[in-house]
């Protein structure tokens, strides 16, 4: 299954497999459950809870943080950039979901892992750094990321959009 960041209305898609996006959808889906954990839709949730912490399991790296994408269908890939604000949002996830009882105790291990590894990347006043990325960056600089504009983010994404699927 692929995992989109953004769907326009008139069907264009960017971001294909994005680590933090899949981690804010995996936040979300631990929030729904904590909200309403009765709801008659809890079940269904639970088990697309269960299916993205497979997916998150899997895809930890042996530095115990994520990496910037996640393909579901494809192997781990062991080599790339650490994604920090994404190991943040799936180290949460993890630690909800085991608390909360909706996902297994391996989970547990899993979060706490990263949360050593999160630990070391803190600053002195307490904020993690490099949430995006490593490399060092001129702070009047126009590119926040890997040299790509605002604007690449919002219309070209610096990957390929797919085209509207035809009807």
Known sequence: KEFWSLQ???????????ARSF?????????TLQLLPRHSNAVAWREEAMRMAEIVKRFQRP????????????????DGEVEVGASALFMLFLVMGSRDGWLAHDAHQCAA????????????DGY??????????????PYPVGGFTAQDFEVGDFQLPQAAPVL
């Not at 326009?8 to 994005?18: A, Q, T, V």
């Open 23 to 31: 981690g804010a959808y995996a936040l979300a889906v631990a929030r």
């Open 63 to 78: 530095d115990n943080l994520w990496g910037s994408f996640i393909a579901p269908q494809e192997e781990v890939p062991r």
């Open 113 to 124: 892992r990263a949360a050593s590894a999160l630990r070391e990347r803190l600053s002195p």
């Open 8 to 18: 326009h209305h008139d069907g264009r898609r960017h971001g294909l497999n994005r």
């Open 128 to 141: 993690l750094r490099s949430p995006a990325s490593d490399e060092i960056r001129q702070p009047v600089s």
